[in-house]
């Protein structure tokens, strides 16, 4: 039996309400909330702490889970949770794999990004907590 797949991302806005992305050096060099696959014997809070770590170099408190989503095209579920930076530290690329990350306008979000991504972020923002369970399809690219 194969294990089940297991990813997690963080949802992390600044004081102006600007929400955190970083910029793949891979693919389509997209932007993407900082996350990614889960190790082995990591829970998925664990998962987006050590991803935004290893990707922008932040500390973070991960607190509320917005969503989690069902990828059937690679039996796969992402955790995505609101996270807080602790104060006085500044995201900057901490690995090969990230070009860059900053602080985006949601209404002036950087391209290419997925629409994968554009959802997570809106139903972070409108947190409906009878609706956290969501089935997803193939990525869409806004570029």
Not at 52 to 78: A, R
């Given at each position: 039996m ?7 991302a ?8 600007q ?13 993407e909330?900082?996350g ?10 664990e998962?987006?702490?050590?991803e935004?770590?290893?990707?922008t170099?932040l500390?973070?408190?991960v ?11 690679y ?5 995505v ?29 950087p ?21 956290i369970?969501?089935?997803i ?6 570029e």
């Amino acid at each position: 039996m194969s294990e089940k797949r297991m990813g997690a991302a963080a949802v992390i806005f600044d004081s102006e309400g600007q929400v955190l992305l970083v910029r793949h050096s891979y693919g389509k060099n997209n932007w993407e909330l900082p996350g990614g696959k889960s190790e082995k014997d990591e829970s998925a809070q664990e998962t987006a702490q050590r991803e935004v770590m290893e990707e922008t170099g932040l500390e973070v408190n991960v607190g509320q889970l917005t969503g989690v989503y069902y990828d059937p095209n690679y039996d796969m579920h992402h955790f995505v949770f609101i996270a807080a930076i602790n104060p006085g530290q500044e995201a900057k690329p901490s690995s090969p794999e990230i070009l860059e990350c900053r602080y985006c306008s949601l209404d002036d979000l950087p391209k290419p990004i997925s629409d994968f991504t554009l959802r997570r972020i809106q139903e972070t923002i409108e947190m409906n907590p009878k609706c956290i369970f969501h089935v997803i399809g193939p990525r869409k690219w806004i570029e």
